[in-house]
């Protein structure tokens, strides 16, 4: 649907967007991850055509930036991270008016429009509410009807979850779900909880470079991080233990730590790699008369996956 290629924007001497390059599949929500600052917002307004590039290529659906801008505007639906909402009107009337402007002039057509939109985004009940009276959460929901309005098949938002509180967040988080059932996503966010629960597939960027751009599931395989194993034991001798599971594997480095309880012993285990050494620690443990009470893999979160790639080009 999108394919871009080494996309470049510089703003006097500042390179702000260095060289990315990414396809973007239809029908899929590709999460634009990173810090304040990376290029984000930048890479979404030239995709968008609202920023022409330094230099590199867009392409969507066959049609290339910038020869054929106003066809692939009409493809696209784009939500600001301030949306551009009118404060003294009412929703219903902001959002036909919205409608009007987008060329859909027969009223029933347009009653509809606005019917579906209002479900679909949670606004059945405030229609007739100044938009000005509304909170953030549902000033969002109005920006992302209006960005809806055409019912375009390419949907751009730029930190669309952005200063809202933890319910707010998951009700915008299903309402792109639902909507990415039927149309191809990219939306832009610092919040690495919210890409994960949410993307198809996710591109770190820092810097104005990607640095990264998999599923999840690959993105936590391909940081070589050590792999951590806590277990703490009853009845041990410390110094017996410690020599009892270094002898599983050359490639575990064991620490002894201070116990969670009382007449315990405990140990940190990393590993490098992705195997998994829990079921060798616990055969070897089980030929003693030594008790596990705790023996746990720290699964490697999504966070420190961040920080590792972010830090790497910084």
Not at 47 to 63: A, D, F, M
Not at 269 to 279: A, E, K, L, T
């Amino acid at each position: 649907m999108i394919e871009v290629q080494n996309l470049t924007k510089y703003y006097k001497d500042f390179c702000a967007v260095n060289r990315i390059s990414m396809t973007i599949r239809k029908g899929e929500i590709l999460g634009l991850l990173g810090p304040n600052g990376a290029g984000k917002t930048t890479t979404l307004r030239m995709l968008t055509g609202y920023l022409r590039p330094s230099s590199g290529t867009i392409k969507v659906n066959e049609l290339h930036m910038p020869e054929d801008v106003l066809k692939i505007k009409s493809l696209i639906g784009y939500l600001p991270e301030s949306a551009p909402l009118y404060h003294n009107m009412l929703v219903y009337d902001y959002l036909d008016y919205v409608a009007r402007i987008k060329g859909i002039s027969d009223k029933e057509t347009r009653y509809d429009r606005l019917l579906r939109l209002s479900e679909l985004c949670g606004l059945s009940a405030i229609m007739d509410k100044p938009i000005a009276d509304l909170s953030k959460g549902l000033k969002q929901r109005a920006g992302l009807a209006h960005a809806m309005m055409s019912d375009p098949e390419i949907l751009i938002l730029d930190e669309p979850t952005s200063g809202l509180d933890p319910n707010q967040i998951v009700e915008i988080r299903d309402i792109i779900k639902r909507i990415g059932k039927e149309k191809t996503i990219v939306f832009s966010t610092h919040i690495l909880s919210e890409a994960e629960a949410t993307c198809d597939r996710i591109a770190i960027i820092n810097n104005g470079r990607v640095v990264a751009d998999d599923t999840t599931l690959n993105l936590k395989k391909r940081v070589q991080e050590n792999s951590l194993i806590r277990i703490s034991l009853r009845g041990a001798d410390p110094e017996k233990a410690l020599a009892l599971l270094k002898t599983i594997d050359s490639r575990l480095e064991v620490t002894l730590v201070d116990p969670v309880e009382e007449n315990l012993v405990s140990f940190e285990i990393r590993s490098s790699g992705d195997q998994d050494f829990r079921s060798d620690i616990y055969l070897k443990i089980k030929e003693t008369d030594w008790i596990i009470l705790q023996l746990a893999k720290e699964s490697q979160a999504l966070e420190k996956i961040f920080r590792e790639l972010t830090r790497e080009v910084a």
